[in-house]
């Protein structure tokens, strides 16, 4: 709007937000609705960079800009206008809250007649529409957006959306043009993807010619890919068009070209497939078998497999066993095995005996997995997987079949016949530990303390007299638990080490009745690790503090403005910076082609593919020691709201200046603290940490530990949002809380619901393990069934339960939030 440039500073003091977001000062206001992404739209002082929107085939996943003030008692305001109906419309869809941002948004065009604010609140219902699948009114949204209001500032991103909505609809032809249209209004902004994106679709849409050459812009543009996947389709697409010879060629100069084996094998197997609509039979045969022989571990092998047989090749039962083993196809595979193991004698290398042990153990057929496994290890002790089979064998016999003894005594012989394998040490922690698990302490203990004496020198020995400690402190033999501790000092090879008997020692003295040898313990510790697990709880313990006990006070502000200043000042010294020097803004890196197609994809909404650009861009930074460079990404970020990539940025910095994690706070200003463990999302955290009875700082925590405030992400385990929810879990807390209303999977990507679901299912299990955080965070974590059992062991010493968890990756969880939960209570919690 003309003129409005003038008095954007006066807008931004007129926006009447919620007291949870009223900054301290107009810099704050300004973030906050960058963050938003609309206001400055709005109000004319921006550009369509500023705008975020919804991922298409991604549902919402909010980014809040730089903590707000903590605000906890509400207070009564004037009706909104309809631009701040607008802006908590953003906020609620940022958060993945439809109903309450469509009511915003619904309320904004009843009221206002202003044609950005009615285009500001048509995007966003379009937005939500397309979340909740609801496809035709998402169209419906957008030409009223693209037809009343063509020169607002969501237009291109507008015709980006109706695309994928075609595209779910099968229109592929009106899905391309849409496309098409975005690549006319956005030029060079995401040309790489959006390309590939119009040559599917016109692939889908039968018009092969323009496919290819819509892939062919698409490997021209810039992007981090390195186009195999693009050559793929060309060559997929020439195969459709009948040009095979044309398509072969490409296939072969990706298998040449292609460093992984899994690219190679699915060209082999798309090339065998054009040399067989051709005639070609044993040029086919030849590829497919090459494939088979070479990268069984590609499911296109198995393809390969099938195609091969199917046209009426061979191929060895071993290498046929092996491609449907890594396929999943275990019955199949084991009958290969069985007729290459008949046909061949026994001085074959084993494998096939192997594998078939392995394809038994996945059907549960475990004694005849064993069988193989002893015929494997009684004759083949030369092979690579020889000691993998023997830890193998004893799992499926304690784990499986409940013979504890026979597990634990299977791993005692590995032991004895190959005392000097790599394995040896660990094998006999594993056997004390399955002694222990089936509560043969004896046992244990004995074989703890053949790895003190066995091995002195490895790093297993300070832990197996550790844990021997353990035992007799749970068993109420205190001193010589005493005794073990101090064996386990004298092993110890870190710092870790050394105050981890330091607290055991105190903590064996205490009960003892020896109050001055304990308090002379954990002073000594606290001192050896700062910043670790165990001297910090050794601190916690002088202090006569619980777990996870809170601050004096809890102070949820943070001054980012006057913060940045003393950031800039400390940038300019440590790295001898001109007092001339901008650090605002991103300076050269503003040019830089991830930047641009990073910006590009944050406000699309499409975060996982924003993150590799600004990754790339952070790692190379890294590479040149480009401190100033990395300040200025990270104070980017942050603003964005990329929160895990702005934290590994300032950690950059800091790491560049010299300062590890204990040095940064003694050193370094405060700002670098607060982006690293900042109160990212506490409109969020703290009402529902509140209302489920935690300490605020509490959950932030967890939220860095699971995510590192990264909404997006997903785990190997299938584990999602800000809270990482697995999807059963998800499903079971959505049942018991009655919302939200017709849950998904893809529902654990909201923040909104992640910090509900998160919370809920820590207080759950918190109650059911009476009142024990450290128990529910192992519940949390390894689940409750176990987090039980481990509490029955230990009863009320935290302590105690925490070298009770036997899984390792939850007792390293348990300790991470502790560390992190100290570093928080420092910086807000007035200790």
Request: with cysteine; glycine share 8%; hydrophobic share 40%.
């Amino acid at each position: 709007m003309p003129g409005m440039n003038t008095t954007c500073e006066s807008q931004f003091d007129t926006l009447d937000l919620p007291p949870l977001y009223q900054y301290k000062n107009r810099m704050k206001k300004q973030r906050l609705l960058l963050g938003l992404g609309l206001a400055l739209s709005l109000l004319g002082c921006s550009t369509l960079e500023n705008f975020p929107t919804i991922p298409p085939g991604w549902t919402v996943t909010p980014s809040l800009p730089p903590t707000p003030q903590a605000t906890l008692t509400p207070t009564i305001t004037p009706t909104p206008q309809p631009v701040v109906r607008v802006v908590q419309g953003d906020l609620a869809l940022f958060h993945g809250d439809y109903d309450a941002a469509l009511l915003q948004y619904q309320v904004a065009l009843q009221d206002s007649p202003d044609p950005l604010v009615r285009a500001s609140a048509t995007w966003g219902e379009a937005r939500i529409y397309y979340a909740q699948g609801r496809y035709n009114e998402t169209l419906t949204a957008l030409q009223t957006l693209m037809t009343e209001y063509p020169q607002a500032p969501q237009s291109a991103q507008a015709y980006f959306l109706q695309g994928f909505v075609y595209y779910r609809l099968e229109n592929y032809s009106a899905a391309a043009d849409s496309w098409q249209t975005y690549l006319t209004l956005r030029p060079g902004a995401l040309d790489a993807y959006v390309y590939e994106l119009r040559g599917d679709a016109l692939y889908n849409a039968l018009n092969y010619t323009e496919a290819i050459n819509a892939y062919k812009a698409a490997i021209q543009a810039p992007s981090l890919s390195d186009d195999t996947m693009l050559d793929l389709k060309v060559a997929g697409t020439h195969k459709q068009l009948g040009e095979y010879e044309t398509a072969i060629a490409l296939y072969d100069g990706i298998i040449g070209r292609a460093s992984s084996d899994y690219i190679k094998a699915q060209a082999l197997y798309e090339a065998g497939l054009a040399n067989q609509a051709q005639g070609q039979n044993a040029e086919a045969l030849e590829r497919y078998r090459f494939a088979v022989e070479n990268y069984p571990l590609s499911y296109y092998s198995y393809l390969s497999l099938v195609a091969l047989l199917d046209a009426g090749g061979t191929a060895s039962d071993f290498d046929r066993g092996l491609v449907d083993y890594f396929a999943g196809q275990y019955d199949v595979g084991i009958a290969a095995f069985d007729r290459y193991l008949q046909s061949n004698p026994p001085e074959n290398d084993g494998s096939a005996y192997y594998y078939r042990a392995l394809s038994k153990s996945s059907l549960a057929q475990y004694d005849a997995a064993l069988a193989d496994y002893d015929s494997f290890i009684a004759n083949f002790s030369a092979h690579p997987k020889w000691s993998d089979a023997w830890g193998e064998k004893a799992f499926i016999q304690w784990a499986q079949k409940g013979d504890y003894t026979g597990g634990a005594q299977t791993l005692l012989e590995f032991v004895s016949l190959a005392p000097t394998a790599s394995q040896a040490a660990d094998y006999l922690m594993s056997a004390a530990r399955i002694y222990e698990r089936d509560g043969q302490y004896d046992n244990a203990i004995e074989t703890w303390s053949r790895v003190t004496l066995e091995y002195p020198g490895s790093q297993q020995a300070s832990y197996a007299a550790f844990l021997i400690g353990i035992v007799e402190y749970r068993r109420g033999n205190y001193q010589p638990a005493l005794d073990t501790f101090k064996r386990s000092l004298a092993l110890s090879i870190t710092e870790e080490e050394r105050t981890r008997a330091l607290l055991w020692i105190g903590k064996s003295y205490k009960i003892l009745g020896d109050e001055n040898a304990a308090l002379d313990a954990w002073r000594e510790g606290q001192n050896l690790d700062p910043g670790g697990y165990y001297s910090e709880r050794a601190h916690d313990l002088l202090n006569e503090r619980l777990p996870f006990e809170g601050g004096s006070s809890l102070t949820l502000s943070v001054d980012y403005t006057r913060e940045r200043a003393d950031a800039d000042a400390w940038m300019r010294l440590t790295f001898n910076l001109g007092s001339d020097m901008d650090l605002n803004g991103l300076g050269a890196l503003e040019a830089d082609p991830r930047i641009i197609r990073g910006r590009e994809y944050f406000n699309l909404g499409m975060y996982e593919e924003a993150r590799l650009e600004f990754e790339d861009l952070r790692n190379e930074l890294e590479t040149l020691q480009d401190a100033v460079g990395s300040y200025r990404l990270a104070n980017y970020l942050l603003e964005l709201g990329m929160y895990r990539s702005a934290i590994f940025s300032a950690r950059q910095v800091l790491t560049l200046a010299g300062l590890d994690e204990q040095s940064e706070s003694m050193m370094a200003p405060v700002y670098f603290s607060h982006i690293r463990y900042g109160l990212y999302y506490s409109d969020l955290v703290i009402p529902m940490a509140q209302n489920t009875g935690f300490d605020p700082l509490f959950i932030f925590s967890v939220i860095r530990q699971e995510s590192l405030f990264e909404g997006f992400v997903r785990s190997e385990a299938g584990a999602r949002g800000l809270m990482q929810i697995v999807a059963p879990t998800g499903a079971q807390i959505a049942s018991e809380l009655g919302k939200p209303i017709n849950y998904t999977e893809e529902d654990l990507y909201r923040p909104y619901v992640s910090v509900l679901f998160g919370t809920h299912y820590l207080a759950r299990n918190r109650t059911l393990l009476n009142n024990d955080l450290y128990a529910a965070l192992a519940a949390y974590n390894g689940g409750p069934g176990n987090a039980a059992a481990w509490k029955e062991l230990a009863g009320d010493d935290p302590d105690l339960f925490l070298e009770s968890v036997r899984f390792e990756e939850t007792r390293n969880y348990i300790r991470n939030i502790y560390e992190i939960f100290v570093i928080y209570r420092r910086l807000y919690g007035g200790a």
